[in-house]
T-cell receptor, first 116, second 113 residues
Framework: DAGITQSPRHKVTETGTPVTLRCHQTENHRYMYWYRQDPGHGLRLIHYSYGVKDTDKGEVSDGYSVSRSKTEDFLLTLESATSSQTSVYFC???????????????FGPGTRLTVL | AQSVTQPDIHITVSEGASLELRCNYSYGATPYLFWYVQSPGQGLQLLLKYFSGDTLVQGIKGFEAEFKRSQSSFNLRKPSVHWSDAAEYFCAVAPGGGNKLTFGTGTQLKVEL
């Protein structure tokens, strides 16, 4: 257990409303990632962070923003949710200081988001 | 274009039978390679990984995978499947050993009793 929690675990919202998903880690990993999972697409990277206040875009970043103000928390925000953003969102972490590999990612339990 | 391909969307095997899940990648250099498993309603769990060295790697739950450079493949195998292995399996690569993963679209494994 890599000590990752996601909140909320389930959320239903309406089109046009803002939504923020939270990823929290307890083990001081340097890198944090947000993915979305959709049938037929596997997991696709939305944004990632390589340190506090250091973030970069992934493959499907349009319509999403992120923030990381402290090591343990990585927030994903949908500024104005659309039905195409209905998905399961996973947070992942990697890069434990002194660990064996910066590439091995550990995943949270996921957040199921439905946009009506 | 760089890509990861899992050609089998669904596979059904009988309990006790052997299993091979295919994964091919298209990158210029040898990437870092991973297999993850996802049970229904759960997150992803790492089964095994290949960075360098011995091309046959052992993982958890009795799984193994073989890296074949000439075929750009990293196929997952298990000699005898258990009913609890029913899940979705994802191959992933980190091009050039970087920190971003690219995932295949997954293979759904069904185990018949």
């Amino acid at each position: 257990d890599a000590g990752i929690t996601q909140s909320p675990r389930h959320k239903v919202t309406e089109t046009g409303t803002p939504v923020t998903l939270r990823c929290h880690q307890t083990e001081n990993h340097r890198y944090m990632y947000w993915y979305r999972q959709d049938p037929g697409h596997g997991l696709r990277l939305i944004h990632y962070s390589y340190g506090v206040k250091d973030t970069d875009k992934g493959e499907v970043s349009d319509g999403y923003s992120v923030s990381r103000s402290k090591t343990e928390d990585f927030l994903l925000t949908l500024e104005s949710a659309t039905s195409s953003q209905t998905s399961v969102y996973f947070c992942a972490i990697s890069g434990l200081a002194g660990g064996s590999s910066y590439n091995e990612q550990f995943f949270g339990p996921g957040t199921r988001l439905t946009v009506l | 274009a760089q890509s990861v391909t899992q050609p089998d969307i669904h596979i059904t095997v009988s309990e006790g039978a052997s299993l091979e899940l295919r994964c091919n990648y298209s990158y210029g250099a040898t990437p870092y390679l991973f297999w993850y498993v996802q049970s229904p309603g759960q997150g992803l769990q790492l089964l095994l990984k290949y960075f360098s060295g011995d091309t046959l790697v052992q993982g958890i739950k009795g799984f193994e995978a073989e890296f074949k450079r000439s075929q750009s493949s990293f196929n997952l195998r298990k000699p005898s499947v258990h009913w609890s292995d029913a899940a979705e399996y994802f191959c992933a690569v980190a091009p050039g050993g970087g920190n971003k993963l690219t995932f295949g679209t997954g293979t759904q494994l069904k185990v018949e009793l």
